[in-house]
Every structure is written in C-alpha cells, then in structure tokens.
C-alpha cells in the first residue's frame, strides 16, 4: 500500500485530505509566500494518531510539515510540495483548569482566545496576548515562543508553560505535563520544542501557567517629540507608576496613516513618537503621573481612555489593519538593544527610501521589550519582489548587534539570515540536536536550520 493508504486506514479516510480537497488555508501563513500543493493534509484528533502517522512518515521517509492557525508570517507552517501536513485544528479544548495550582492544561490546536476566556472564566488570567488572538492555535504559539503585547511584564510564551507534551518524529510521545512552578530534576525537556517550530517535535498538549486577573487597566495615549523620551517614560511608569503590562510606541507615519485610514481623531499636533501605555493602576494615578510628565516637558500631550471603546481606538491604530491592504506589504519583526532603536529606525528607513523612493516605511513595536516591528511595502523593479527588503533591512540590523527574530520565528524566510543573529557553535549544537531527535530529517525540513 501507498503511504496515503496507509494513513487511510490508520486514521480513517475522513482524517487525509489530498488533491483537490486540500483547502488553500493550508498552502501558505500570512507571509502569503507558499502555494505548493502538498501530498495529503492529515487532521488528527488524538494523540495517538499523531503518534500512528508520524511513525509511518518516518518509515516512509516522507517530510512532515506541523500547521496551526497559519497566522505566521515566516513561512514556518508552508508545505513544501510532495509532504505531508499534519494540522492540528481538530486536537482542540481544554482538559482541565487546576485553581489551586493556577494551571491549565489544554490541548495544541485550541485557539488562544478559548483558553483566555476559559481561564477568566475560572477567575484566572492567561497572559499570552496577540492580535491574532481569535485564530492563531497555541501549539503554535508555542513552537514560536510568542510574544505578544504583555510580554514586559509576564515574559515570553516560553514563560507561561510548565509542562508540555510532545511527539517525535518516529511517534515516541514525550508526556511530562508538570504543574510545579519548581522542578529542576534534570534537564528542562520543554525547551527542546518551545520556540522549535515543529521541527524537533510536534507539541500536542502543554501545562500553562496561569495569574491573578490583573483587574481593570488604564490605557493612555502618549505624544512624544524624540526617541530618548519615549525610552524615559518607559522607566519613569515602571519606577514611579507602576503595574505597566504594555508599552507600544508608534512613530508618527504610521499612526498618521492609521488614524486616516479609521477616520480616527486623537491628539492634536504633529508629534514625532506615540506611546499607548497600560498600567493596572487607577485612572487618577495614572492621570496623576503624566501631569507629572507634562510638568517636566517629557511628554507633549497625552489621552486617558475614560471608556473600553477609547481604549479599543487606541489599539486599533497600534494593531494597523489598514496597513496590510497595502500592495507587497513586508513586516519584518527584530530586536535591538533598547537605548538604539531610535537610530536603526531613522538609519534603515534612510536606507530604504533611498533604494525605493516612494516606500512605505512604518515602524512600530513593543519596546520595553527591545521588540521593534517594520511594515514596507514598495514599488519593485524588474527582477526584485517583495522580499527584496529582506537583505537591505537585515544588513542595518547587523550593524545594531540586534537578532533578525523577536518573536515570529525564522521559518524559511529567515533562515538565510539566522546566522547573523547565532554563532556558528550555535549553529552546529542546532544541528546535533536535529540529528538526534529527528535523524531522517522528517520534521519541518528546511525550517529554521
């Protein structure tokens, strides 16, 4: 029997979508830069046939490429052509929520919304946040190590877990589904596939650590007139205010473009940097530090949300919608140590107006966390496509000591850079980790290393 037959009768016909059953869902994430057709899209509901079809897709020797919700923007869920799809959209739901040790445990495929309204539903808050909240699937977000908006002060996805489970590429599953917030009995396994992006094993389920609900949040809106008061504010909230779970700074074409774009009037006045900044304290305590603030000339102008509407305006501009209808739209996810952030951007901005007069060129990001963010979107010429940008934006970043990934992976579109941002030890110790846990090479091949 083929392959396909065999994972017919393994998993049930219903289970392998091939030929023109195939949804076009799964020929690309959201860097829109796959389309090969792959042999057959495998669609599991329990561990055991993940288990049962990696295990005859080692043997055959046939590449295996993990899908979550697509919303990736490095290529890292594209197939490749002639592989195999392994999507996790049917392993969904959520085993248990365990209050007393502030867990839950929930299965890869479930969207990150779910188990943020299952976990507030217990009385719990689940920090990880996205914008692709709605649609991105947590195994996902783990075999990246999201980011997100609250990262300042929860920390990366990889801090929100405490256990995890996980099948190797000849369908060995690795259950270690811890619930102590302290275990150091050997090596920290989880790690392996946090941030691995399928490539050195398929997470299925994971123990999520869960916090107190912060409870009701401020959010002002903040003009700034240089990128030095921007970083100043950021230590001024977190050493006199305190309680701050987000700090985004915008440069000024692209909330000019956005506030157009959503018929958005805020603050007046043609500032160079904005700020949306949230903090757990009341709204007279915040309102309190940034007359402070204005007192000091450190902002120019600032807006406290009096409603969960204003607060939704705020972030409408931050999250940027409108900018992604723009043709040959690139974002491009980096960091760099904070104190040089506004230098790289006036640099590779210079840079690549130079290269495309015309261009669009937004920065934006999370700063308090040396994240920064770049949408371009361009006119190319003969020979030059959207990725065209790749090289110029990376070779500025080089020259900042900075890491070609924040948060969104290096999947394909990445990997040609990676070195820039890893030593070749690292490299190699990449390799030998590869080799041994996936020696056929099967896992997501051609991602990452």
């Known amino acids: 029997m083929s392959l396909l037959d065999d994972l017919r009768v393994t998993l049930g016909s219903v289970a392998v979508l091939a030929g023109d059953s195939i949804p076009p869902r799964h020929l690309s994430d959201r860097s829109a830069t796959g389309g090969r057709v792959p042999l057959a899209v495998v669609r599991p509901r329990t561990v055991a046939q993940i288990s049962a079809a990696l295990r005859l897709c080692n043997d055959a020797g046939v590449a295996v490429v993990p899908q979550g919700g697509m919303t990736g923007l490095a290529g890292g869920g594209n197939p490749s052509g002639g592989d195999i799809i392994l999507s996790l959209e049917l392993l969904r739901g959520i085993e248990e929520i365990d ?3 502030a867990t839950m ?5 479930t969207p990150l919304e779910v188990a943020q309204e299952a976990a507030s539903e217990a009385g719990l808050f689940l920090a990880l946040d996205l914008g692709a909240r709605g649609s991105c699937q947590l195994g996902g977000n783990l075999s990246t190590n999201a980011g997100g908006i609250r990262v300042i002060r929860y920390g990366m996805a990889r801090e929100q877990v405490l256990g995890l489970e996980a099948v190797l590429a000849d369908g060995t599953v690795v259950t270690s589904l811890n619930k102590m917030l302290k275990n150091n009995a050997g090596y920290d396994l989880k790690q392996l596939f946090i941030g691995a992006e399928g490539t050195l094993g398929i997470i299925t389920r994971a123990v999520l650590r869960l916090h107190p609900p912060p409870g009701a949040i401020t959010t002002a809106l903040c003009a700034l007139d240089t990128y030095e008061d921007v970083v100043r504010l950021l230590r001024q909230a977190q050493g006199n205010l305190g309680g701050v779970v987000a700090f985004e700074a915008m440069w000024r074409d692209y909330v000019a473009y956005n506030c157009e774009a959503l018929k958005l009037q805020l ?3 043609d500032h160079r940097f904005w700020v949306i900044l949230e903090s757990t304290c009341d709204g007279a305590a915040v309102e309190g530090f940034l007359a402070g603030c204005l007192e000091t000339r450190l902002i120019a102008d600032a807006l406290v949300a009096q409603s969960h509407k204003e607060a939704r305006d705020f972030w409408s501009v931050r999250e940027g919608l409108s900018t992604e ?9 980096v960091s760099l140590p904070t104190a040089r952030i506004g230098d790289f951007a006036e640099i590779c901005r210079a840079a690549l107006r130079q290269r495309w007069p015309g261009a669009y060129v937004f920065f934006y990001g999370h700063i308090g966390d040396s994240n920064l ?6 006119a190319y010429g003969p020979g030059e496509d ?3 940008v790749d090289q110029l934006v990376y070779g500025v970043l080089k020259g900042f000591g900075g890491s070609i990934s924040a948060e969104h992976g290096i999947g394909t579109l990445k990997r040609p850079y990676l070195g ?6 690292e490299l190699a110790l990449m390799r030998k980790i590869k080799a041994a846990l996936d020696p056929k090479g ?8």
């Open 442 to 449: 099967i896992l997501n091949p051609g991602k990452v290393i």
């Open 373 to 378: 963010h770049i949408s371009v979107s361009a």
């Open 99 to 101: 209050t007393a040790a």
């Open 267 to 269: 603050i007046s006045g």
């Open 420 to 425: 820039q941002s890893r030593s070749p030890e």
């Open 325 to 333: 209808a723009l043709p040959n739209v690139v974002v491009f996810d």
């Open 105 to 109: 445990t929930v299965w890869a495929g």
């Open 386 to 388: 959207m990725h065209s």
